[in-house]
Structures are given as C-alpha cells and as structure tokens.
C-alpha cells in the first residue's frame, strides 16, 4: 500500500515535471467545467425528497401576492443545485403536529403541487390560499395546514415527501394516468389540444402542465387551453403570468376567466362553470381522446359544474383527467 502511494506520487511529480502549466492550467479548468456541468444537469441526479419518510425543508422566502395568498420558498436539502426530481403532473404532501391543550399532539397533512420544478435549483416553491378562522361559517377553524404556513417565520422547516399523484406527463402531450388500484393497469394518453378547468389554487398543477407543454417543447404542436375560475378579479393568482403566456405562445395558448362578483366593464365570464363557456373556449371532444380535459378546484366546482357539462358534451371518462 506504501509503495502504491509512493508510486502515484510518483507519477504526478513526472506529470508536473514535464507538463507545461498552460497545459496542467487547461486540463483543471476541463474537469471542473465537468463537473459543474454534471451537477447542474444530471437529470439522473437523486431526487430531493422521498415518496415515504419525510424530510425537513427550511423556508427562505415568504410574498404575499393578495390578501389571502402567499408564496413559499423553501430550500432542497441536497443543496443549492439539487434538483427537486418532481416528475410534471405529481405533488408533495406537507405535514405539521399541532399541540393541543390536553398536551397531546395531532398530525394535519396536505398536497400541493409546487410552481416550480428541476428548472429551479435549490429550492421549492409553492402558491397556496391561507383560509383563515372564522371567515367561512362552514369551515369556522379554517385551514390548519395554509395557517400554519402563513405563521411560518424564515428558517422554519415543514415536513416533506413526495413524489405522490395519480398523473405524470412524459412530453408530446403524452402522459400516464396511475389508477387508484394498483392491480388495475395505467392509462396511457396522447394529447394534441389540453383543455383546462381550474379553481382558485387549482391553478397550480395546471401551471406545472403548461410550463412542461409550452415553455419545455417550443417545437411541439400541442395546444392548451384554460378556463379559470375564481370569487372575483382581486382572486386571481398569476395572472401576469397567464395573460404573458397568451401573447408569448400565441396559437398554443387561449385563456378566459370567470368570476362570481365581476367589476362593472368585466370582459370575460360571470358565475359558475357552463356547458356553453366549455363548448366556447375548450376544445371539442375528439373520437380518438386527443382532446383531453384536466381540471383542479373546489370539489363541488368540478361534481355539480364540470363533469356533467363534460359528459353532457360527449366526454368520456377517458376525456378527462380530475387531480
């Protein structure tokens, strides 16, 4: 083992000898752009969280984008080039023990799906709607899981895991429905137009879906195109972000908006999901399922106001996709 190491020391000392230092220079300057580069890009690279243990992410960053909605940043625990390692249409599910007054402790957990995914190094961000207590009649405790965040201070860390989900897409408007049975098989489903319906924060997987479809495959042909509904205007989330799409992806990207209490001169649509607004503003059923619907929101937005319209335009279970 000595004589080993002798030996190599050896052999650096007769590289060093007869290399000349422009040459030595180049070579270090080759393997360290190597290995930035593997670090930065290795799309192989073990994901941040894992779908069983939770893991504890500290948060970094805090906004407030209106009156009930905030963005959280939280940092990646493999470090500030790790990859969040989120396969596009999945979630991560957050958890935090709330003491009672008796001294005992109850778990609350939930799923969100994150704004940004392996485009983003270091960290994870999500856009969620804190419902506050004593607001709804019907929810008077509001949400434990949107508060808590909301009392978060920097530095405070939330239990993670993840990936969980039922959809996953590939590219090219393809993608994998998992069945809630895992005896049953997956669905696989290709897509030439996306039509979709969301609700308030439902926007978020939608975003993650558009992102993959529009802003990762420039050279695709796959359209998209989005119903959002929310109470009123001050309600809706991103939306520099989804009326700078319609013009940067313009012919791939329609969009329009509904609300309950609209301002006077509102442009777009009052009230609750239609068959009409679906018939003007998504696109038609396809015999071969190369239209497909996805929707988020309140349940009784997609029970009551999406699904029979859906169905009552000639969608088939097959047609649609519910996160």
């Known amino acids: 083992f000595t004589n080993n190491i002798f030996a190599n020391m050896s052999a650096e000392a007769l590289v060093a000898e007869t290399l000349p230092l422009p040459i030595i220079t180049a070579i270090t300057a080759i393997a360290l752009t190597s290995i930035i580069f593997f670090l930065l ?7 941040a969280l894992d779908p069983v243990e939770y893991t504890p992410l500290p948060l970094v960053k805090k906004e407030s984008l209106s009156h009930d909605t905030r963005r959280f940043t939280f940092a990646l625990p493999n470090g500030p080039t790790g990859l969040l390692g989120l396969p596009v249409g999945q979630h991560i599910t957050l958890k935090f023990s709330e003491s009672l007054p008796d001294g005992s402790t109850k778990n609350h957990q939930r799923s969100y799906t994150p704004t940004t995914g392996n485009d983003t190094l270091g960290t994870v961000t999500f856009v969620i709607k804190v419902y506050k207590a004593g607001v709804h009649p019907k ?4 949400g434990k899981m949107s508060q808590h965040l909301d009392s978060l201070k920097i530095g405070d860390t939330v239990d993670m895991r993840g990936p969980k989900g039922h959809m996953t897409y590939h590219k090219n408007g393809s993608f994998t429905v998992h069945p809630i049975l895992k005896k049953n098989p997956p669905q696989q489903r290709t897509a030439k137009h996306f039509g979709m319906i969301a609700g308030g924060t439902g926007i978020t997987p939608m975003l993650q879906i558009m992102h993959a479809v529009l802003r990762d495959e420039p050279n695709s042909d796959v359209t998209v195109s989005l119903i959002y509904a929310n109470q009123s205007e001050d309600d809706i989330l991103v939306r520099q972000e989804l009326e700078g799409a319609v013009e940067k992806y313009a ?3 329609k969009l329009h908006y509904t609300v309950d209490n609209p301002p006077e001169g509102w442009k777009y649509s009052k009230g609750f999901i239609t ?13 071969d399922g190369s239209t497909q619907i996805l929707m988020c929101g309140p349940p009784p937005m997609t029970k009551f106001a999406c699904l029979p319209n859906l169905e009552a335009l000639g969608f088939k279970k097959t047609d649609y996709f519910v996160f």
């Open 139 to 142: 929810f008077p405790e509001g």
């Open 251 to 253: 012919g791939r990207f």
């Open 275 to 287: 068959k009409e607004m679906i018939q003007t503003h998504l696109p038609a059923v396809a015999s």
């Open 41 to 47: 890009f290795n799309t192989k690279a073990k994901p």
